[in-house]
Structures are given as structure tokens and as C-alpha cells.
């Protein structure tokens, strides 16, 4: 599979099979992140992976799912995700840019998890205090994003944009997500919408 294949066919996942991810596979999904372009190359994005059960469970509870298609979004008991990567921001090696950096990371993450047969959802609605105490963040570190991981148990659909952005689910359950063609967000040499 290609770089540009695997672009366009990665999707968020939010049902997961109760496989164990090897941690030689989370490993290489941080090293990916960590080889992503950085502003300045401060480097300030760190990570904390979660894989054991107990603390899987824990942070499951601090995030927010599929706001569109809320509660059936949500992934239900036994298809929810086996491991997460914290994505963190440290703000004492740089205060600005982080976000952008992370964004970089975090796609090369869920690319080479896709590449590996993994399912990724990439979260910010994250309850930060409740994360933050779980994780026993001192004070200059930022949580930026989580990203839920587990082997997929779904197969959402692409579908051509026409009446809105909300993503939804069929009476099978099956996931559609609309996206803008590329002849809807393309201009050539100037900005001409």
C-alpha cells in the first residue's frame, strides 16, 4: 500500500476487536510521531502510552465520542479501544506551535497504524482535568490530543458531501462519513470560490 492510499482510505474507528496491540507496534507508532516535522525542531511533543487494562479503562471514561451520531458513536463494551497514545505538549521546551506539531505527528501515527492493520480515532474532546490527574501530569505538561487504538471491528464508508458535514450510520450499523470532493477545495494560482 502506498503513502497516498493509505491517506485516502484511513478512517476514524470507534469499534475495536479485544485484540492486544504488541508493544513493539505502539513503540513504532511514537517513533513515526516523533520523526514528524517540528517548528523551530524544538520538539516539544511527548507521548505516554496506555495499555494496561485497568488504566485503558480509566481513560476510556475522559473522553467524548461522534458528537453527530451520539450514543450510538460510542464504541460499546467489548469493542472499546485496547490501547491509547497521549499525545502531550511541553510547554518548558516550547510555548508555541505545539499544536501544529502535534497535528504532524499524530498523522504520521495513524497512518503507520493503519499501515499495521490498526484502527485509530483520533480525540480532543477530552475532559483535561480528570486525564490530567489520572496521568499525574505535572504542571508544564499539556494534554493535546488522545488517539484511541485497537485492531478495527467496523468499516466506515466515504461518501460525496452533498447537504452536510454530520457523519452518520445506516440501519446495519455501517458508518458514513461525507467529504468534500477535491474540486470543491481546489483553486489553481489564486483563490477564485
Not at 6 to 13: L, V
Not at 35 to 55: F, G, L, T
Request: with cysteine; aromatic share 8%; proline share 6%.
Amino acid at each position: 500500500m502506498t503513502v497516498y492510499e493509505s491517506a485516502i482510505n484511513r478512517r476514524s474507528i470507534r469499534r475495536f476487536k479485544q485484540k492486544p496491540i504488541p508493544l513493539e507496534i505502539l513503540r513504532k507508532l511514537v517513533n513515526a510521531g516523533r520523526m514528524a516535522p517540528s517548528s523551530a525542531n524544538k520538539q516539544p511533543i511527548e507521548y505516554i502510552i496506555i495499555d494496561e487494562a485497568s488504566v485503558v479503562e480509566r481513560v476510556f471514561w475522559t473522553l467524548k465520542w461522534a458528537g453527530y451520531i451520539f450514543p450510538a458513536g460510542d464504541p460499546p463494551h467489548g469493542e472499546r479501544p485496547v490501547a491509547y497514545i497521549i499525545v502531550l505538549a511541553n510547554k518548558q521546551k516550547s510555548s508555541s506551535s505545539c499544536e501544529r506539531d502535534a497535528a504532524a505527528a499524530i498523522e504520521n501515527m495513524l497512518l503507520v497504524a493503519f499501515e499495521e492493520s490498526i484502527g485509530s480515532c483520533w480525540l480532543g474532546a477530552i475532559d483535561i482535568n480528570k486525564l490530567t490527574v489520572i496521568l499525574e501530569l505535572p504542571e508544564h505538561i499539556k494534554i493535546d490530543s488522545v488517539i484511541a487504538l485497537g485492531y478495527s471491528n467496523e468499516s466506515p464508508r466515504v461518501e460525496v458531501l452533498k447537504d452536510s458535514v454530520k457523519y452518520w450510520k445506516d440501519d446495519k450499523g455501517v458508518l458514513y462519513v461525507p467529504k468534500r470532493g477535491i474540486d470543491d477545495v481546489v483553486c489553481y494560482n489564486k483563490y477564485s470560490r
